[in-house]
């Protein structure tokens, strides 16, 4: 492999990358005799920001030295804390100020905006979700099903990629709209999906939910940090994501929450209304916060989707991402973007020639992928397991997932061409020692 693609052209592409400087920003996770690992896992668990530790430390600090006054007289005061990061979160999803708030995790935030905005009503009932959707997506919406009294088995619809196929084209989503859009109360789709990598167009599948008076929402866990977004220009209605993955805010890190400016102020209702949202699920933090502390039993929303926050956030769960969103502000999503794409079109162009032996699920279009590439190993999957332990033992951190897929990523913010190189020749190595 080695033969056909120099390591000095990746390196060359290094020398000429603007965004090489951010690396030296993130910790490197490193073997045993302390070399730096290939990290291909950001799609998993994004790389801790150097300055994160400064600032989790100050949190501590400010715990340490002023206790509860901490809430309000912090540098950056606990109670309005959420603030830090509304900018930064506006940016990588295209929203307004008042849409979008960090707060909770995401399967959480999923379950806050389905008691929201999924109102089953007399033949509209149904949830449209990708079938093979991740698993806490699934079991959110059946479980919504269920808690409304339906039955998941024939309320869920789950849409099969066609036959013989592993991707989902969107005229698929489309069709299916057209055949039952009337049954369909709320879609719930990912971004980009989990196991194949691919990336959808929002805006497109909004524009049919609406056509047919669907609420629609979207999980971004694998799309925030990694793919333009536009949410509120694409008209989605909500969205909910993590922040441990491309955003790097760390393990368990604050997720967070989209919800479009024309359902904000839109009273709660009992029945599936078009586009409106039913009752919201309350608690003290979601009420304005100039009042909040009167502990008054009357019920008065903080503006925009802050009202859906029900507990005070967790401060050192979020402190990361303050550090993290900071760096996403400098390097740009547009320059981020643009490395993304050249550098998992260089590592797709180091893995096509490995064809027939290695297998990519995910499109070969960059503008229906971020930067992860899914592999499928020929042979069986125990093969393809052995695969995978090769690369590990070669000092490649990706990540596996059942029954047999490779998920490789490489982030423009902290990976570079050479390790592109470094996997595609670990694994043309591995490759060689199973077959
Ligand atoms: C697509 C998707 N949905 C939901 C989740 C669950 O996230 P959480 O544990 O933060 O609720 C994950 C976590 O990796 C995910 O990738």
Known sequence: MSAQA?????????????????????????DERSEPLVYLCGHSLGLLPLAARDI?????????????????????PWVPYHQNLTSGLMALTGSLGDEVVAMNSLSVNLHLMLASFYRPAGQRTRILIEAGAFASDRHAAASQIAWHGLDPQDTLLELSTPAGEELLPEEHIDECLERHGEQIALVLWPGVQFRTGQAFDLARIARAAHRHDCIVGFDLAHSIGNTPLTLHGSDADFAVWCSYKYLNGGPGAIGGCFLHQRHLHSLPGSAHRGTLPGARLAGWWGHE??????????????????????????????????????????????????????????????????SPAVHILTPADSRRRGCQLSLR?????????????????????????????????PVPLYNRFEDAWRFADALTQALRETC
Request: hydrophobic share 45%.
């Open 6 to 30: 120099p390591l000095s052209g990746a390196q060359e592409r290094d020398a000429a990358d603007p965004l090489r400087g951010f690396r030296a920003r993130f910790a490197l996770p490193r």
């Open 289 to 354: 916060q100039a009042t909040r502390f009167l502990m008054e039993p009357q019920f008065r929303a903080a503006e925009g989707v802050a009202a859906w926050q029900i507990s005070n956030p967790p401060i050192l769960a979020a402190a990361p991402l303050i550090a993290s969103l900071a760096i996403f502000t400098e390097a740009g999503m547009q320059r981020l973007r643009a490395k993304s794409v050249a550098l998992t079109d260089y590592l797709d162009s180091l893995l096509r020639p490995l």
């Open 377 to 409: 190993i020929a042979g069986d999957a125990a093969r393809g397991r052995r695969v995978f332990d090769g690369l590990t033992a070669r000092g490649v951190v990706c990540d596996w997932r059942f029954p047999d897929i490779i998920r490789v990523a």
């Open 56 to 76: 989790v430390n100050e949190e501590l600090d400010e715990w340490a030295q002023r206790g509860v006054e901490g809430h309000e007289q912090a540098r950056r």
